[in-house]
């Protein structure tokens, strides 16, 4: 079964636009876990927008599956990843003021720089993964760097699915079966919903973990919570 970590950035967001602490972030963290979620992920960002770097520290003590920090590698990242030791951190090359992520690593360009931030969480022991898109090159650079797993950026996928074009699996297919062949594991994200799940995580060797947040905590909004998250439990099986 392929593991659903939920990202819980849009349920800070929703708190910080009126200030105070409704909805509660670490009770949102909490019963996602009691109804199911097999992970909770954040991915704050410098400017603090949604999830705060307060968060982050406060959610250690919360979470009791496993604590997925995502985020570009920079000083206060990197530091904040140190001092909280989650069990994976994702590293993300958003750029500053970035509505969302939109395209993974450069792993050739950026290899050496990767590879010294990745070893740094490492002896730290703390799995490493990296967001990359479904291109065999950026996957083969990807092993380079030491990291322990990949995560394909699905934003096209999705894209390709809504417009009733199964085909744009494929890139992810032959990614999926190299990242396999190189010893990688595969984790995937972005876009990814409950209309798409079950035929990404059918068609995709080796998937071990999807994080999925604005469409689950959208879905939520009509299905309820804790029926959402066990609806993807079941899609992800």
């Not at 991915?43 to 968060?55: L, S």
């Not at 994702?90 to 939109?102: E, F, M, Q, Y």
């Not at 360009?109 to 931030?117: A, T």
């Not at 996957?139 to 390709?160: C, S």
């Amino acid at each position: 079964m392929t593991k659903l970590s939920v990202n819980i950035n849009k349920i800070a967001t929703l708190r910080n636009a009126r200030g105070g602490n409704v909805p509660d972030l670490l009770k949102v963290a909490a019963d996602i876990q009691k109804f199911g979620g097999q992970g909770i992920t954040i991915h704050p960002r410098p400017d603090e927008r949604h999830i705060r770097y307060q968060d982050a520290r406060d959610l250690k003590a919360i979470v009791t599956t496993e604590y997925n920090i995502e985020g570009n590698p920079q000083h206060n990242f990197i530091d904040l990843v140190l001092e909280c030791k989650p069990d994976q951190v994702t590293l993300v090359p958003d750029a500053i003021g970035a509505i969302t992520s939109s395209a993974g690593w450069d792993t050739i360009k950026n290899q050496d720089y990767l590879k010294e931030v990745i070893q740094e969480f490492q002896r730290n022991g703390i799995r490493t993964s990296i967001f990359v898109d479904p291109v065999l090159e950026m996957i083969e650079g990807a092993k380079k760097t030491g990291t322990d797993r990949i995560e394909l950026y699905t934003e096209a996928f999705a894209h390709e699915y809504d417009l009733g074009n199964k085909n744009g699996i494929d890139p992810y297919v032959k990614a999926a079966e190299l990242a396999n062949d190189l010893g990688l594991g595969i984790n995937a994200g972005h876009d990814l919903s409950l209309d798409n799940i079950q035929f990404f995580k059918q068609n995709i060797p080796g998937l071990l973990e999807v994080s999925i947040g604005h469409a689950l905590i959208a879905e939520a909004l009509y299905l309820g919570l804790d029926n959402t998250v066990n609806m993807y439990l079941s899609k992800l099986k």
